[in-house]
């Protein structure tokens, strides 16, 4: 008898050692102090923006950041989603933009830029491979290798490149559009595989929005409020069904190359959609700006531009970036949602998956049969 209790006993010491040495558990996961490197455009901007434009940025002006007293050069109204996947990583500080002077980028770093594109050279801004470099930049003086492979790279862009086509060739037909996708996404490639060969080997791909149903979108368009412009969803379509299968053919040939695909497509298309199932009064228009939709010039000491009364009811702050509401949710679904959303597996799994191990599932087509599947059974909130 007291030979079992001294087993308990010691058993018992040696979780609690556990749990203090690696205190961040979730899911009955243990979650490593790793890092957050984000990539892409006004999305995963941290401040970036401020600090190579030559004129002032609105988004460093009330009333972005309102929700957080604090406008500092995120396209929000407070926090923006890798703040809440940095947050349930464990991260206790917010990751910040990697191109302000003397911040803190011992638990990684922003590189994104407002206006980033894959193709051409964007005015103020940086190219995703741009990015890139700056990173590779930065790295010797900050980060060792086994710090970068166990760490997340998250990257959204491609955004700007469909809106900057679809303005310059209004006519462009079915061939020279999937012929411009080729190329996007053949750049993207290469830009992944330039930051894999950097050292990175677990990325989070976030697939892009329904651009035709963004604000500034239908404002342009001039869709009304129901319609969305389905020549840009068309091309974000298209982007998106190839990303899942590069990223496949990727993680056969680099070894130890890791990664998930955030539908975010879909997740903003239901939230378009269902607004009421997710508490969104207003999915169409946004909380800050002027014209039919609301959707320039917030922020701007010049334009007189309209205030939501409670952010929290819209989906989109202003005509393009989503409020720190929607932030909230995506973060949530980013970091511990199903493969109906996150797939081949979600942030938290991957972050605690072996470095340079082969993974075993692969991403897989999202079929509208599967979709209608876990709606009747979880019911669109969760998603």
Known sequence: MADHCNLVSVLGLLLVLTLFHNPITVAGQTIPAVGLFTFGDSNFDAGNKQ???KAFVAQGFWPYGKSRDDPYGKFSDGLIAPDFVAKFMGIPIEIPAALKPNVNVSRGASFAVADA???GAPVE???LIQQVKRFNQMKPANWNDDFIKKSVFMIYIGANDYLNFTKNNPNADASAQQAFVISVTNKLKNDISLLYSSGASKFVIQNLAPLGCLPIVRQDYNTGMDQCYEKLNDLAKQ????LGPMLNDMAKTAPGF?????DFYNAILRRTQRNMNFRFSITNSSCCGVGTHNAYGCGLPNVHSKLCEFQRSYLFFDGRHNTEKAQEMFGHLLFGADPNVIQPMNVRELVVY????PMRES???TTST???ASDSSRGYEFY
């Open 125 to 127: 801004s940086l190219t």
């Open 258 to 262: 890791q990664f998930t695909v955030f």
């Open 117 to 119: 594109t894959l193709l």
């Open 354 to 357: 072996p470095v340079d191990e």
């Open 370 to 372: 599967t979709v209608q």
């Open 239 to 242: 982007h998106n069904e190839k």
């Open 51 to 53: 600090t190579l434009a």
């Open 363 to 365: 991403w897989e087509p």
